[in-house]
């Protein structure tokens, strides 16, 4: 017996090969059809499972972070790492839901990073965020963008903002010329100290910066005169 697998379009195969019958070739027969569906089946639920245990991950990180009130430092990082599993939890679960996405709205993620610290993470400074959306980048790009953003904001409370001292920083992303997002991370802090070249000084984190900006082919540009510190980043 042989059915019409029409509405089984644009799924493959276990072999790789299309489901729906293209013209001039036949049906799949049904057991062929029983394979495809446990394996899909096998599919949602190992999504589901990894969606599950990132969410635990991520909650476990938090609880730690939150068990550190006066080591403000460790907290930090700790958030960092937490903001990370999450960008990639919710990359997960959009490419689980929608398949191969070609374009992922940046604002969103952005949002979620800037939540812990605008809840009052970092004491007496404040966050302030600036990010309407859509602001769409590809789906490949998010998870190094989240970790850039998430990288520089924690420098800017751990640096600019020591010991949650007053003040604030505004993170922003909108659309340049051309469509192009473009991200902004401004401080009112000490800005950066003399002599310091961002484009090769720094520890891991700078090092991070840097690497990530290459490879998604964005330029980026630390601006210090005087007080405060502006990061920028441009997409191609």
């Known amino acids: 017996m042989q059915v019409d697998l029409s509405h ?33 089946s096998l599919l949602v639920e190992a999504d589901h499972r990894i969606a599950n245990h990132l969410a635990m991950l991520s909650s476990y990180v938090r609880l730690k972070a939150a068990g550190l009130a006066a080591d403000l430092e460790t907290r930090l990082l700790l958030e960092n790492i937490g903001a990370q599993v999450d960008a990639v939890g919710r990359l997960h679960r959009a490419l689980a839901t929608h398949g191969n996405l070609g374009s992922v709205d ?33 789906a490949d790009q998010v998870l190094p963008l989240s970790q850039i953003v998430s990288e520089v904001i924690t420098n800017a409370f751990k640096y ?38 961002p484009a090769t000084d720094g520890g891991l984190g700078f090092r991070l910066i840097r690497a990530l900006s290459r490879q998604v082919r964005a330029s980026t540009v630390f601006e210090s005169a005087g007080k405060g510190l502006r990061f920028r980043l441009a997409l191609p």
């Open 8 to 40: 089984f379009r644009g799924l493959s195969a276990a072999s790789g090969g299309p489901l729906s019958p293209t013209l001039g070739e036949a049906p799949m027969p049904i057991p062929e059809i029983a394979s495809v569906c446990a394996d899909c």
């Open 106 to 138: 940046l604002s969103e993620h952005l949002r979620a990073i800037c939540a812990p610290f605008a809840s009052g993470l970092a004491g007496a400074a404040k966050l302030i965020q600036d990010i309407p959306a859509p602001c769409y980048v590809r």
């Open 160 to 197: 600019a903002h020591a010991d949650g001292q007053a003040g604030v920083v505004l993170v922003r992303c909108h659309l340049g010329e051309g469509g192009a997002v473009q991200i902004e991370v401004v401080d009112d802090g000490p800005g950066l100290p003399a002599g310091f070249d």
